[in-house]
């Protein structure tokens, strides 16, 4: 078992710009009334309370989160997003943050779905917690890589699929491109979504050239740097949007520079977002 643990980064400036994006392309999903289907690889523990000791041991939320908690100038655009925090925290101070699972059933109507992978136990179960009783979420304790591809196509067919490893297996870098081409096989109507982090070894361009070269189409990347970088540490967060819907593009080259400066730590801070494979 893996030793990596949310509960210290939760809300941190990666978490932000990762569900900053999952919340437009819940928000594309919703344009059409048919039912849709979201998964996700690795959902840990849905919420995260960041008055506990994990989260002020590292106190990683103030730089993400908390920066746009008591910000005034909000765009558009980004609202749904602070609306599910806000949502969680109706009484001002900033106690709970929404991880993935839970910033997506904000989205879920009555004929849409979600089906959650986690492995640990310990995250497994706060996670079945915050939904019990809700018929439309199914929990399972399995391999987040082995189990999205049993539980796909669904018969909704529309839906999208969040992948966020820790990436404490380098392997993972190298296996995800013919892991998401495997899940294109069977569900080529899919949107799916690669969280990776921006470390100084660099690794996350075997990532993407995998996906580059995987024949896939409509792959859009925005990364966020938010400083230069060190000799240890993540210093950005990217995401890979394969299949990406419609504008999505034009709605992220409004939001990342508007990020970017909110939540830049050095004069290096800077995003980008592009087309690593057009349509
Ligand atoms: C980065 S965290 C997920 C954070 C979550 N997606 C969010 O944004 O709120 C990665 C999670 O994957 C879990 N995990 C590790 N290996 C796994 C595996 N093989 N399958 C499913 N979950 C796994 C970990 O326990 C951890 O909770």
Redesign the pocket.
Known sequence: M?S???SY??GNFA?VH??LILSRLLEALQRKDKPFCYF???????R?NLTEAEAQKTAEYRQGIGRLWEQAQIPDLARPYLAAIQELNPHAPLRYY????A?AHRWLRDQDRMQL????PQ?VQPLRELFRGDRRVGVHQ????E?VLALTPPPEKRGLV?I???YELKEDYRQLPQWVDKLFQRWSSAVCAI?YPLLPQGRHQLLLRGLEQSGLRKILVAELEVSAPGETGMYGSGMAVVNAPWQLDQELEQLMPWLAAELGQDAQARQRVTWLVPE
């Open positions: 893996l990596y643990q949310h980064h939760a978490d990762k569900h996700e690889t690795h959902a840990g523990r849905g995260y929404p991880g993935s699972p910033v992978m986690e492995l640990h995250e399995r391999d987040g890589f189990g969040l966020d490893p820790s969280w």
